[in-house]
């Protein structure tokens, strides 16, 4: 630029009498100031936001405090730039105000029975965070945790961190990772991977709160939802599983043929539902481990846009928001209330440890913990 030009910033600044600050000019498309989520946690654990962009335009921010993904940003079907994940707009809320919004989910994604494990005849007491049961790896799960983050590209960063032997009485010292890559054809590709140097059990996730609808203020079943699968692992009034299958033809489970969540989700008369305050129940999935094969989609009327989850995973959580009440407060200042997201949790089935004839989830020296899960985006019109 020669002497003399003035940037259209400047003379703006100049002739409102206002200065842009730095962090105002390095907004993310989501609206999202990256110096509010700058921290340093116990005086060594930097935190900050990372952002991944494709040439599609498509925006995905991440931070390392548990992992976390912030916003999702994907064109509507007239090419509208939305926002369709719930969380907070800095890191003061994600440390200070307990929630799962956007954060990778372990040492063990959903609950434990009595909070207890048998590995090797031995029997471990893990803490009772949930009705009795141990909840999404203990009070200080991995969600709370700072990872180390190499973001390599504008499309990948991976995350890890370092569980010590003991971490929330879980045994072996684990080193675990989380790479998110986002693709050119507006994908989301999750990939975990977990070691250890003492047999121990793994069962990681995503805990994203999604609304399709882009308006978080007000509730999202009007979604459609498909899932493909035949049966759901039923849960006690403490959100517990007795080890047993329920076929979901013929109840209101069954979303085999895409519908409103709306319909069957405050059908209280349904013991299950009742149980669950809503949907928050394992289904098990019929693509038997293959990702290439579409395991849930969710889709707003309103925006057109839609989701696809793919799985290598044998069973996948959908909640459906039933525990915000209003009282919480996210990117914006918008107050969430009950059953404004969704959520599509790929996992292990719950309580696994404890369930010999499920698929295992005790990850042992010398092997690697894996799981692939694809949140592909796209629009209908």
């Known amino acids: 630029m020669k002497k003399g030009l003035i940037s259209m910033g400047v003379l703006l600044a100049f002739l409102t009498g206002c200065t842009p600050t730095p962090s105002q000019q390095n907004l993310t498309l989501s609206g999202l100031d990256p110096a509010r989520f700058e921290k340093l946690i116990d005086d060594t654990k930097p935190v900050k936001l990372y952002t991944l962009k494709n040439e599609s335009g498509m925006e995905v921010c991440i931070t390392n ?48 029975g009595q909070g207890k494990i048998t590995i090797d005849g031995q029997e471990i007491q893990l803490p009772q965070n949930n009705y009795e049961h141990c909840l999404h790896g203990g009070p200080t799960g991995w969600q709370y945790q700072v990872f180390k983050a190499i973001q390599t590209d504008d499309k990948t960063i991976k995350l890890t961190v370092e569980s010590p032997d003991g971490d929330n009485n879980f045994p072996g010292n684990v080193i675990a990772s989380v790479t998110y890559t986002l693709t050119e054809n507006n994908a989301i590709d999750i990939q975990y991977e977990a070691t250890t140097d003492r047999k121990t059990v793994i069962n990681m996730t995503n805990h994203s709160y999604f609304n399709l609808n882009g308006d978080p203020s007000a509730s999202s079943m009007n979604q459609v939802l498909y899932l493909a699968s035949d049966s759901i692992t039923p849960v006690d009034s403490t959100f517990m599983t007795n080890g047993e299958m329920m076929a979901v033809a013929g109840t209101p489970f069954d979303f085999n043929t895409p519908k409103a969540i709306e319909q069957d989700v405050n059908n209280f ?32 009327p309103i925006t057109g846009i839609t989701l696809e989850v793919y799985t290598d995973e044998p069973g996948i959580q959908l909640y459906t928001g039933n525990f915000l009440d209003g009282t919480v407060k996210g990117k914006n200042g918008i107050v969430y209330p009950q059953r404004a997201s969704v959520c599509l949790e790929t996992q292990h089935y719950p309580d696994s440890p404890n369930k010999a004839h499920w698929p295992s989830v005790v990850l042992e020296p010398g092997k690697t913990y894996t799981s692939h899960c694809i949140f592909q985006f796209g629009v209908v019109k």
Do not use: C
């Open 65 to 112: 405090f548990g992992a976390r993904i912030v916003s999702i940003m994907v064109p509507d079907k007239n090419g509208k730039m939305t926002d369709v994940v719930l969380g907070f707009d800095n890191i003061e809320d994600y440390i200070n105000v307990p929630s799962d919004f956007g954060a990778t989910i372990g040492r063990y994604a959903n609950r434990i």
């Open 269 to 300: 008369d349904n013991e299950q539902i009742k149980f669950g305050k809503g949907f928050d129940h394992n289904w098990v999935l019929k693509n038997k481990g293959d990702i290439k094969q579409v395991a849930a989609q969710l889709t707003s």
